[in-house]
């Protein structure tokens, strides 16, 4: 079965930390190029960060001291780092997987976090 599912949200405090996984199954993972993006109350998703299938890494330029993306192609799972969480990084977050040779584009269902006190 071909999807990615999220996990490692939560509430946590301002100045916290969480991580985030996207696991995907049902792909050539490895050939993907992944990002992370997320969806507060009321507001367009946003592209939070991608990373390529060598490892090359953007960002959303006001998170990028804060987030850090990675995958482990051998476990099939991209990661989101994410420090010094504030309230305004509450959202949904998602997992976007696109592969622009079979014109594949795969999203996860979403993982909430929450930074509050």
């Known amino acids: 079965q071909v999807q990615l599912v999220e996990s490692g949200g939560g509430l946590v405090q301002p100045g916290g930390s969480l991580r985030l996984s996207c696991a995907a199954s049902?792909?050539?993972?490895?050939?993907?190029?992944l990002g992370w993006y997320r969806q507060a109350p009321g507001k367009q998703r946003e592209l939070v960060a991608t990373?390529?299938?060598?490892?090359?890494?953007t960002y959303t330029d006001y998170l990028k001291d804060r987030f850090t993306v990675s995958r482990n192609n051998a476990l099939n799972t991209m990661y989101l780092q994410m420090n010094n969480l504030k309230p305004e990084d509450t959202a949904v977050y998602y997992c976007?997987?696109?592969?622009?040779?079979?014109?594949?584009?795969?999203w996860g269902q979403g993982t909430q976090v929450t930074v509050s006190s």
């Open positions: 990373i390529s299938p060598g490892g090359y890494t």
């Open positions: 976007n997987a696109e592969r622009a040779s079979t014109r594949s584009i795969l």
């Open positions: 049902g792909i050539i993972f490895r050939l993907y190029e």
